[in-house]
Nanobody, 124 residues
Framework: QVRMVESGGGLVQAGGSLRLSCSASGGTISRYSVGWFRQVPGKEREFVATNSWSGGTIYYADSVKGRFAISRDNAKNTVFLQMNSLKPEDTAVYYC?????????????????WGQGTQVTVSS
């Protein structure tokens, strides 16, 4: 069973930066497309970014384009989400997820394996 594990969340002031990491326990991340999503209590889960197994295809939500960057180090079995110029509205639980078919998709229901999430809080 593949288990995704996120780390790197925390509390940061507006304008600051954080880097989230996502690893795949029991799986090989180089075979998967990996996406990042976020969720605020009481709201639907929101797409943030995704990249293909090679890293060659990348999509971002409009709300994070130009501020966030997704990347991967397949040798380390890890995908990263670099978040810069953070805003209070970026506050959420951030999840990474893997699509084992290799689809680079914005749709959360097309992802097969999910992590438990990491909290990101941006103070104003």
């Amino acid at each position: 069973q593949v288990r995704m594990v996120e780390s790197g969340g925390g509390l940061v002031q507006a304008g600051g930066s954080l880097r989230l990491s996502c690893s795949a326990s029991g799986g090989t991340i180089s075979r998967y497309s990996v996406g990042w999503f976020r969720q605020v209590p009481g709201k639907e889960r929101e797409f943030v970014a995704t990249n293909s197994w090679s890293g060659g295809t990348i999509y971002y939500a409009d709300s994070v384009k130009g501020r966030f960057a997704i990347s991967r180090d397949n040798a380390k079995n890890t995908v990263f989400l670099q978040m810069n110029s953070l805003k209070p509205e970026d506050t959420a639980v951030y999840y990474c997820a893997a699509n084992v078919a290799g689809w680079t998709t914005r749709k959360d229901y097309e992802y097969d394996y999910w992590g438990q999430g990491t909290q990101v809080t941006v103070s104003s």
